[in-house]
T-cell receptor, first 117, second 111 residues
Framework: EPEVTQTPSHQVTQMGQEVILRCVPI?????FYWYRQILGQKVEFLVS????????KSEIFDDQFSVERPDGSNFTLKIRSTKLEDSAMYFC???????????????FGPGTRLLVL | GQNIDQPTEMTATEGAIVQINCTYQ??????LFWYQQHAGEAPTFLSY????GLEEKGRFSSFLSRSKGYSYLLLKELQMKDSASYLC????????????FGTGTRLQVFP
């Protein structure tokens, strides 16, 4: 069964450094998302992306964050200058957005655990 | 504001049935999802309800009552591998893809 993949699985960085988290969505999916989950807390929406532009973003997704689909398969999340509070598990998800209930389901990747020191 | 409530923890015995409840207060409603999340792993899709009633899928069923802002996930014939967190998530309007998650219910299944 097709899966969303993410790299790296773990990343440790120093505060103030830039990080890029990478995702390969399921190949026929058109909508892409980033969520994060701080340890012990709920999963939180960051951003959705469709047709090469952001379709929605949360208040968490400030100017430090950006997303890009640099080619036909990858979808990236960049954090420009990391802060301690950015430490979390970052999940990429994708979906096919057509009429029909099940196909609106978002399928999640395994996540990248980011630790900012 | 948007609020989704679930019990924090539940325990059950192998072979038993467990019901995990979720109540939501959101500005609108356009679908409710249940995900399973094993520790340190990605949420995996279990079920989706947008109309009132019961959706059955093998050992798992999910129920929705929109008038009550209430859903439950029913797990039958529990197995040890069902020990995980179960996340309730709501999409609060038609023209959004954002899922609003509850804090999740951590289920422990004992032999």
């Amino acid at each position: 069964e097709p899966e969303v993949t993410q790299t790296p699985s773990h990343q440790v960085t120093q505060m103030g450094q830039e990080v890029i988290l990478r995702c390969v969505p399921i190949s026929n999916h058109l909508y892409f998302y980033w969520y994060r989950q701080i340890l012990g807390q709920k999963v939180e929406f960051l951003v959705s992306f469709y047709n090469n532009e952001i379709s929605e973003k949360s208040e968490i997704f400030d100017d430090q964050f950006s997303v890009e689909r640099p080619d036909g398969s990858n979808f990236t999340l960049k954090i420009r200058s990391t802060k301690l509070e950015d430490s979390a598990m970052y999940f990429c998800a994708s979906s096919v957005r057509v009429s029909g209930l099940k196909k609106e389901t978002q399928y999640f990747g395994p996540g990248t655990r980011l630790l900012v020191l | 504001g948007q609020n989704i409530d679930q019990p924090t923890e539940m325990t059950a015995t192998e072979g038993a049935i467990v019901q995990i409840n979720c109540t939501y207060q959101t500005s609108g409603f356009n679908g409710l999802f249940w995900y399973q999340q094993h520790a340190g792993e990605a949420p995996t899709f279990l079920s989706y309800n947008v109309l009132d009633g019961l959706e059955e899928k093998g050992r798992f069923s999910s129920f929705l009552s929109r008038s009550k802002g209430y859903s439950y996930l029913l797990l039958k014939e529990l197995q040890m591998k069902d020990s995980a967190s179960y996340l309730c998530a709501v999409r609060d309007r038609r023209n959004t893809d954002k899922l609003i998650f509850g804090t999740g219910t951590r289920l422990q299944v004992f032999p």
